[in-house]
């Protein structure tokens, strides 16, 4: 089987990137169907303990080659926006 070359890698690299993708619009419509349960029962969108237990989840998955904390930092960023999101649907 021949190496893959430069190209070959950037194509595999932008695949994966539509796979997170659409991974992240799933997530996004989970949250947006939660939101209204969540407002119901008087939940707020920002829930310290769950977001910890996000990331202790994502912890416990990860097997590298990314650090827990790099997936922290990246975690940060979709629990922010999933935030946003929750607020927006509430408008």
């Known amino acids: 089987m021949p190496m893959k070359d430069l190209s ?5 690299i932008n695949e994966l990137d ?3 993708v659409a991974v ?10 939660l939101a209204p349960l969540k407002r119901q029962q008087g939940v707020p969108v920002y ?5 910890r ?4 989840n994502v912890e416990a998955a990860n097997a590298g080659p990314l650090s827990n904390e790099s997936l922290d930092r ?4 979709v ?3 999933m935030r946003e999101l929750q607020n927006r649907s509430a408008k």
Do not use: S
């Open 8 to 12: 070959d890698w950037r194509n595999e």
């Open 18 to 20: 539509r796979e997170i």
């Open 24 to 33: 992240l619009n799933r997530r996004a419509a989970c949250v947006l169907e």
């Open 47 to 51: 829930e310290p303990d769950r977001e």
């Open 53 to 56: 237990r996000v990331h202790e």
């Open 74 to 77: 990246i975690y940060e960023a």
């Open 79 to 81: 629990i922010r926006e």
